[in-house]
């Protein structure tokens, strides 16, 4: 009988805690959302999309690969919240084919805004240096990507990794106005990724009083990789490929 009412009570438990699970998550993807949205709105969004006149076709390939992104993230969010696991699944083979179209792609635009000499207006950094940043983010993404297909039986995990690996990404959005106003360069846009690495820490310790292992590791490498990027990027090697990325890209034009 006892037995029977533990049981029982671990099972309302587990309940509760994907219904508080499916609220949080959806909520981020939101919030994620919104910041990609906002950041992009001025120059793409309410530019007309396709018809925003970015600098390149790469550019508007980059920009849609990364919103299909946001949107699956979403998609996949409320399946899992509508018990529709087996679509999640089936629909997750497509996300990491997805994700490894978005690192091709972020690596192209990188370079070709390196080809253009683009570095961010007010962020004291040369466009070689500022390649770094980009290249970095794709790097980080990929990584937490691939932990994070490793993880996809651990339920627990996996959600969080990818999480995070889209946190990884709010460097594009957040570098531009209104965000940049609050942090005064381009550059420190990383602080709104720990902003977003809190929120999932906090929800951690309320739900189950403690930070899940892999919020603690996938965040320490988000944030100690993102220290590293402007560090590396000044260095001559990084620059010396640099200029040999720069000269290949302005090639191919």
């Keep these: 009988m006892a037995t029977a009412v533990l049981a029982r009570s671990d099972t309302e438990r587990l309940g509760k805690g994907r219904h508080f699970d499916n609220f949080f998550f959806s909520g981020m993807a939101l919030l994620i959302l919104a910041t990609v949205f906002v950041g992009f709105a001025r120059t793409y969004f309410l530019a007309g ?4 006149p970015l600098p390149s076709v790469i550019i508007h390939i980059h920009g849609a690969v990364f919103a299909s992104w946001i949107l699956l993230l979403i998609a ?6 509508a018990g529709r696991v087996d679509i999640h699944r089936r629909l997750g083979l497509v996300g990491f084919g997805l994700a490894s179209l978005m690192i091709v792609m972020g690596i192209l635009a990188a370079s070709n805004s390196l080809a253009r000499g683009f570095a961010p207006p007010g962020s004291d950094l040369d ?3 500022f390649y770094a940043i980009p290249i970095g983010d794709m790097l980080i993404f990929s990584t937490l990507v691939f932990f994070a297909f490793r993880a996809r039986f651990n339920p627990s995990a996996h959600k969080r990794l990818i999480l995070i690996a889209t946190i990884a990404l709010m460097d594009a959005p957040t570098g531009r106005p209104p965000f ?3 942090t005064g ?11 977003f690495l809190l929120l999932l820490a906090g929800y951690d310790l309320w739900s189950t009083r403690k930070v899940h292992r892999a919020t603690i590791w996938a965040g320490a490498f988000l944030v100690i990789a993102q220290q590293l990027r402007v560090p590396l990027g000044s260095t001559g090697a990084w620059h010396a490929l640099a200029t040999w990325v720069q000269t290949l890209a302005r090639s191919a034009h």
Excluded: E, M
């Design 49 to 52: 999309v396709f018809r925003a």
């Design 185 to 195: 360069r381009p550059h420190l846009d990383s602080i709104f990724c720990w902003l």
């Design 180 to 182: 940049v106003v609050i």
């Design 76 to 81: 996949q969010i409320s399946l899992v919240s």
């Design 127 to 129: 466009p070689k240096t």
